[in-house]
Every structure is written in structure tokens, then in C-alpha cells.
């Protein structure tokens, strides 16, 4: 099992000194990816729904402090040697498909290959619609150009493509990413249709365990929706166990016990030996990188928290 720590652009992880000091300690104990969210803008008056929450808020949608995700991450880059730097996850229609390619390669380059890209298609329509992207009801098919262009652009030496959302030609693009033949690409999300393009598309499968419409609180749930995954693979033409299987548990707390929907305890809260036990079941299901959000109300809070998984978790596991 490897292990992997997800923060928002803002709060502790957006200030310099602190994203320099959590990256730092993430590498150190051991954790195999950093990843960071994506909001370039918040819109002022949101009517889309928030697929991860109950009620359908958005919950930062208040300063609408946020680093741009890709930027933010070379900078982690800079401030690290070894652990792997993931878009968690990169939203397809929030940049053309051109520029996207190139800031991702730019990282790749710079971290020395050490870039993981997860994608994903968005919910938000008021913040694509402010950045100029897709209609939101073609975000869709949009995305699978987007990601067709990346691979064009990233192995290409004369790239180009015919599309409806991402069409170029007459271009040199330069330089590709190091890891060949192009960075690993996780696709987000939990839905059918997620799974359907993480088949055709994804070297990982990235969702998030609590969507309330489409959850995966359970062993069986999560292997049944790999199991789709795979198949969507196979029937695309490609190896199906060549997609690896991740998962991010943002509310994964040592200490009380969450409740889960049928009244007992939610998997991934509670005790150290309780979540052990979870990752390890999870791991009978096909898991094979486990997420955790990170965010702290302060530095010292977040550092304590992520040595006390380190240590009680990742400490106890069977690697």
C-alpha cells in the first residue's frame, strides 16, 4: 500500500513557508504523493451542486482564497526531492488544453519526472463558465479531447488533432515530460461515466470515498466499482490490471468515530488499529494508494497529525 496526503490551495497549504515546511514533512515520513486541489476563481453566486457533501454546498466558497494548483506544485517541486506531485485533481475545462499540457510537462520536468496527473471533469459550471471553458453540458466530451491532446502534445514531435473542443496543428511542442511515455494519468471521479473514461484513459483510478450519491464506505462497493473500471479497460483494448486503484478518504481522522449510513461506524475514522484494519480490506478490494486530506487549522496542528498517521498507521501496515 502506498500512501498519499491531499490539501487544499489556501489555509495552511497557502503560504510559502508552510507548504514548504508540509511537503517537506510528507516526504520525510514516507508519504508517496503530495497532491493539491483545483480553484483558480470562486464564483460569487454558485447554483451548482457540490457532489461531496449531503447538503450540496460548497464549502469554500467564502474568500475564495486559492493558489493556482499547477503553479503551486512546482514550488513544491522545488522544496522536495522525492515524493510524487498530484493535481488532486486537475479539472480539464478550467484551461485550454495546450497551455494544460504545458504547465503539467513544466512540472514533470522540473520535479524530475516525479509528476502524477489526475483529472477530472468538474462540477462547478459558474467557475468553467468564468474561465472560458466547454459548455458545461459538453464538459464531458471536452475532457476526453483534452486528455487525447495531452498525450498527442506530451509524445508527439509534430502534434496535432482534429477536435470539436481540442484542435491544433503547425506546432512544436518542447520539451516533453521526462517520464516516458508521458506522466501516469489518474482519472477522477465516481460516477459510471468516470469509470467508463478511467477505463479507456487512466493509468489510475482516483475517486473520492464520500459521495453521498455514489458512495465507497465499503469493501464491496469499492471493489465492485473497480471491477467496472477494469472492464471498461479490457473492453477498450488495454490491460486491465494496468490500472491502478486509489482512493482519497479527505475525512480520515484517528480519534472519534464518524458515523456511516447504516448507523455504524464510517470506515477510516476511529481508532489507529480500526483504520489499519479498513486500509487492509480495502486492500483485498484492489486498493493500492490510499489518501488522506491533510489540512489543518494551523502548522503545528497538520505536522502533529500527519506523524501521528505516519507513525500509527503507515507504521503498522504490511507493505
Known amino acids: 500500500m502506498k500512501f498519499g ?22 516526504e520525510a515520513l514516507g508519504f508517496t504523493h503530495f497532491g493539491m486541489s483545483d480553484h483558480v476563481i470562486v464564483a460569487t453566486e ?28 512546482s514550488f513544491v517541486a522545488a522544496a522536495t526531492n522525492t515524493i510524487r506531485l498530484l493535481t488532486s485533481v486537475l479539472v480539464l475545462p478550467h484551461r485550454h488544453p495546450v497551455l494544460a499540457a504545458k504547465m ?61 473542443f481540442a484542435a491544433f496543428e503547425h506546432m512544436l511542442f518542447a520539451p516533453k515530460p521526462v517520464q516516458t511515455p508521458y506522466p501516469p494519468l489518474w482519472v477522477g471521479g465516481e460516477s459510471k461515466p468516470a469509470r467508463r473514461r ?34 471498461a479497460a479490457q473492453e477498450a483494448g488495454r490491460d486491465p490490471m494496468a490500472v491502478e486503484g486509489a482512493l482519497l478518504a479527505i475525512y480520515c481522522r484517528i480519534g472519534d468515530e464518524q458515523e456511516g449510513r447504516d448507523g455504524g461506524r464510517l470506515a477510516f475514522t476511529g481508532s489507529a488499529e480500526a483504520i489499519v484494519a479498513d486500509i487492509g480490506h480495502f486492500a483485498e478490494a484492489g486498493l493500492q494508494h490510499f489518501l488522506i486530506g491533510g489540512d489543518g487549522s494551523d502548522l503545528p496542528g497538520t505536522i502533529d497529525r500527519l506523524e501521528q498517521f505516519a507513525a500509527e498507521v503507515i507504521g503498522k501496515m504490511d507493505r
Open 198 to 231: 478511467t477505463g479507456r484513459y487512466g493509468d489510475g483510478w482516483y475517486p473520492v470515498a464520500a459521495n453521498p450519491r455514489t458512495p465507497l464506505d465499503t469493501p464491496d462497493r469499492y471493489r465492485t466499482a473497480l471491477t467496472d473500471v477494469r472492464e
Open 46 to 73: 454558485v447554483d451548482s451542486a457540490y457532489p461531496y457533501s449531503a447538503s450540496g454546498k460548497f464549502f469554500a466558497q467564502d474568500t475564495g482564497i486559492s493558489l493556482e494548483q499547477v503553479t503551486a506544485l
Open 104 to 164: 503539467l510537462a513544466t512540472v514533470d520536468v522540473l520535479s524530475k519526472g516525479r509528476l502524477t496527473a489526475g483529472v477530472g471533469v468538474g462540477w462547478m459550471a459558474e467557475e468553467i463558465a468564468l474561465l472560458g471553458g466547454p459548455p458545461f453540458a459538453d464538459r464531458a466530451a471536452a475532457s476526453d479531447e483534452y486528455i487525447e491532446a495531452f498525450r498527442e502534445l506530451w509524445t508527439a514531435d509534430r502534434p496535432s488533432q482534429e477536435g470539436s
Open 5 to 26: 496526503v491531499h490539501f487544499g490551495s489556501r489555509g495552511v497549504a497557502g503560504n510559502p513557508d508552510s507548504l514548504t515546511a508540509i511537503a517537506q514533512k510528507c
